[in-house]
């Protein structure tokens, strides 16, 4: 299942390339995967 979550989180960080909010950035990514 480690697989997986990895390949969602790159798939996630490639929809956000360019990203400059890193924090509101961290804060989605915990909402949708914790």
Same mark, same amino acid.
């Given at each position: 299942?480690?697989?997986? &979550? *990895?390949?969602?989180?790159?798939?996630?960080?490639?929809?956000?390339?360019?990203?400059? *909010?890193?924090? &509101? &950035?961290?804060?989605?990514?915990?909402?949708? &995967?914790?």
């Amino acid at each position: 299942s480690a697989e997986s &979550f *990895n390949a969602k989180i790159k798939a996630f960080r490639a929809q956000f390339r360019g990203v400059k *909010n890193v924090e &509101f &950035f961290l804060y989605r990514l915990t909402t949708i &995967f914790a």
